[in-house]
């Protein structure tokens, strides 16, 4: 509960920012993708790699179940709307802020992200296993800072991002998304077990997490180098290609169908990536537009 009650209020705060105006969808849209895609893969590795912290939302009674929606409502929503949040009021003022003034704003988005996990921790919402507060702190002012260099880029394209970058980030969080949902212990329906973690949901996750930043590399690797008019069959040749390398897993006894089947495997790439394809479209005429 305390995670959508987080959510609710970023919500409202987003939806009073956006009311004005200042920010294109497509800056809203590449804001998530990038935040999304870097929280989530720190949120893996330390949450299921390294064991180092918990996220329980006691939201459903399976304790995996739990632990996995409670880095989804944080990683796929909380910190992305914080990030567009951040990036619009350093985007606004970048030009007017003193060197003291950029660093207060990075001060206290940090410090009251800090202070929000520990009214987590106290309310046994985050649960400390191998960590500290500090090395919070630490983590959000890295990403804070790396932000504030790209935030006007970000927001007003002035230059934009490179389109490596953003294509990278789409293909990851496109991919990723329906992933988090319907795989390991959330939904059920399938979990990838190869058998390297004895956790189930560390196994499901990171695994799945390493094939989509491969899927990811690949795509900003080819997609810049060709015309736009080729680029929507890299997409759909790098689909292929990991429903094809999931069917092996599968044969291999790596991949566990549970409520589950190829064709739902096939239709589970395949529109992510179609929607890459609108999604590349749709950049490329806002970049031409604007620039």
């Not at 105006?21 to 849209?29: G, H, M, T």
């Not at 998530?32 to 949120?43: A, E, G, H, K, L």
């Not at 990991?242 to 897993?249: A, N, Q, R």
Request: hydrophobic letters at 55%; one cysteine or more; glycine letters at 4%.
């Amino acid at each position: 509960m305390g995670y959508l009650v987080t959510f609710f209020i970023f919500l409202v705060w987003l939806i009073v920012i956006l009311r004005k105006k200042v920010l294109s969808w497509n800056s809203v849209v590449n804001i998530y993708f990038i935040s999304v895609i870097s929280t989530d893969i720190v949120d893996i590795s330390l949450s299921w790699f390294f064991n180092a912290y918990k996220l329980p939302g006691y939201l459903l009674k399976d304790k995996l179940a739990d632990y996995e929606l409670g880095v989804v409502i944080s990683d796929g929503f909380v910190l992305p709307i914080t990030a567009i949040i951040f990036c619009y009021y350093m985007a606004k003022n970048l030009y007017f802020l003193r060197i003291d003034r950029k660093i207060s704003l990075i001060f206290s988005f940090a410090l009251m992200l800090v202070f929000i996990e520990l009214i987590f921790r106290d309310l046994r919402f985050m649960i400390y296993v191998k960590w500290h507060t500090s090395i919070t702190l630490i983590l959000y002012l890295c990403g804070l800072i790396l932000l504030t260099f790209y935030a006007r880029r970000l927001i007003f394209y002035s230059p934009p991002v490179s389109y490596t970058t953003r294509i990278f980030f789409a293909t990851f969080a496109l991919n990723g998304w329906p992933g988090a949902i319907i795989e390991g212990a959330l939904f059920k329906l399938y979990q990838y077990r190869p058998g390297i973690f004895a956790n189930p949901s560390a196994d499901d996750r990171i695994t799945s997490m390493s094939i989509l930043l491969v899927m990811s590399l690949i795509a900003a690797f080819i997609a810049p180098r060709l015309p736009s008019r080729y680029r929507g069959w890299v997409f759909i040749i790098i689909a292929v290609l990991v429903i094809t390398f999931d069917i092996f897993l599968h044969n291999k006894g790596w991949i566990i169908y549970n409520n589950w089947n190829h064709f739902m495997l096939i239709i589970r790439f395949l529109v992510p990536n179609i929607l890459l394809i609108f999604y590349d479209r749709w950049e490329t005429n806002y970049e031409r537009k604007v620039t």
